[in-house]
């Protein structure tokens, strides 16, 4: 199985500021990542998939690259309404969740 | 637009058997894969497989191989989830998620299914 490392499991910011999310994938699993963003008592959204691909619709101070088997996840202005657990998937193989990274406000 | 609605909520004693539905609607059904997620209380997200309701074809992560089973009816557009040999470990909510683009990209979420398991 594909073990995927996510930290920081918790982090605050404040308003404007950049957050940076990363996953460890246990091997190569090439750009077979997405991310998405869970808000308590909701089904998870779908952010980015294919490593860096923004979902339509998503507002594009988030963002997403790889270096190797480091995948890195970006807000680039953290806003009030981005308070919510996100998760990095892999589906290179059978898929599998990162344990997830819970943004607070400052 | 594709819709996924389940079931709703589940009380089940230890050693029973769940089944959660989620039905489906505004694309064709056969079209895209349809994977089963859950959620503990307080916890992260767990994927337990997928399901191709073409064919029914499927695949379980190792953890559930022996106690999920995954369908689909096409004439009414559902999709099920069994899950037997209950414990309170398996107390969480059951997501379906639609992968309409890619195989195992899920962009469409149902709303979750509150299974608890309970003496």
């Known amino acids: 199985d594909i073990q995927m490392t996510q930290s920081p499991s918790s982090l605050s910011a404040s308003v404007g500021d950049r957050v940076t999310i990363t996953c460890q994938a246990s091997q190569d699993i090439m750009n077979y990542l997405s991310w998405y963003q869970q808000k308590p008592g909701k089904a998870p959204k779908l952010l980015i998939y294919d490593a860096s691909k923004l979902e339509i619709g998503v507002p594009s101070r988030f963002s997403g690259s790889r270096s190797g088997t480091l995948f890195t996840f970006l807000i680039s202005s953290l806003q009030p309404e981005d308070i919510a657990t996100y998760y990095c998937?892999?589906?290179?193989?059978?898929?599998?969740f990162g344990g997830g990274t819970k943004v607070e406000i400052k | 637009q594709v819709h996924l609605v389940q079931s709703g909520a589940e009380l089940k004693k230890p050693g029973a058997s769940v089944k959660v539905s989620c039905k489906a609607s505004g694309s064709n059904f056969t079209t895209y894969y349809v994977h089963w997620v859950r959620q503990a209380p307080g916890q992260g997200l767990e994927w337990m497989g997928l399901?191709?309701?073409?064919?029914?074809?499927?695949s379980y992560a190792q953890k559930f191989q022996d106690r999920v089973t995954m369908t689909s009816n096409t004439s009414t557009t559902t999709l099920y989830l069994e899950l037997t040999n209950l414990s309170s470990e398996d107390t969480a909510v059951y997501y379906c998620?639609?992968?309409?683009?890619?195989?195992?990209?899920?962009?469409?979420w149902g709303q979750g299914t509150l299974v608890t398991v309970s003496s």
């Open positions: 399901i191709n309701p073409s064919g029914g074809g499927t």
């Open positions: 998937q892999q589906y290179e193989r059978l898929p599998s």
């Open positions: 998620a639609g992968a309409l683009r890619y195989p195992d990209v899920c962009d469409v």
